[in-house]
């Protein structure tokens, strides 16, 4: 039955998902709630913000990217992102390859024999909320996380590949690569696949939380291993 019995009610879905459908969504919110200077001020900051990505990682080499979901597959299955995915998406503008951009579905169940023969230089790990971010403290996530990429590392033939020999494997806060704050999660994720890149994700996500009224929570880890962001 859904909304029918209520009556004159307009639906509008606006899922905030894909980096490239962003600006013409907050666009569209803007309107609906005739905020459209707020939509405006936020979408001058989101341009301003994938600028200083692209501009700081011009040049650069061009990384590949495994990036994995804590979702399991079936057995001996893991669970990646497809062409088509916001994540694909934000790996290509955060100066990467993804390993998986080729395969058609858009969130495949591949093996980790097939992700060796891909030979990527760097692992990618989301993570949600129970175990890295918002809702637990540094002292809890480090031990956790640090088992979380040691799994990683640890799996059989992963030597061979650079990702794992050296020790490039990360592990993301999954609530930041998506939505309103998804240009957060890109500037994470360009820092870590270009390391010299002169960006600052701390910051960024401060000046994100501004729009709401947050302050940024320094003792809370939203990428592991942390970064250098001197």
């Known amino acids: 039955m859904g909304l029918k019995p209520f009556g004159n009610i307009t639906v509008v879905g606006l899922d905030f998902y894909k980096p490239e459908n962003l600006t013409q969504d907050v666009r569209l919110l803007g309107k609906i709630l005739n905020r459209n200077d707020e939509a405006q001020d936020y979408l001058d900051w989101l341009d301003s913000s994938r600028t200083k990505i692209t501009n700081a990682i011009k040049g650069d080499d061009i990384p590949n990217v495994y990036f994995e979901s804590n979702n399991k597959g079936g057995l001996g299955e893991l669970a990646t992102y497809g062409m088509g995915s916001?994540?694909?998406g934000m790996i290509r503008q955060s100066g990467g390859i993804n390993i998986?951009?080729?395969l058609e579905e858009m969130y495949p169940k591949v093996t980790w024999e097939w992700v060796i023969t891909q030979n990527p230089s760097a692992i990618i790990r989301i993570q949600s909320s129970d175990k890295i971010g918002w809702d637990r403290s540094a002292s809890q996530d480090?031990?956790?996380l640090e088992g979380i990429a040691d799994e990683i590392i640890g799996r059989a033939g992963g030597e061979k590949i650079p990702a794992i020999s050296d020790k490039d494997v990360h592990v993301i806060y999954w609530d930041m690569m998506f939505?309103?704050?998804?240009?957060v999660g890109q500037t994470?994720?360009?820092?870590?696949?270009h390391p010299d890149a002169d960006l600052h994700p701390k910051d960024v996500y401060r000046e994100y939380l501004k729009f709401l009224g947050i302050e940024f929570p320094e003792e809370r880890i939203f990428v592991y291993p942390p970064l250098d962001e001197n």
């Open 142 to 144: 480090t031990t956790t």
């Open 179 to 183: 939505g309103m704050d998804s240009v």
């Open 188 to 193: 994470y994720l360009a820092k870590i696949l």
């Open 100 to 102: 998986a951009g080729d």
């Open 86 to 88: 916001g994540i694909d």
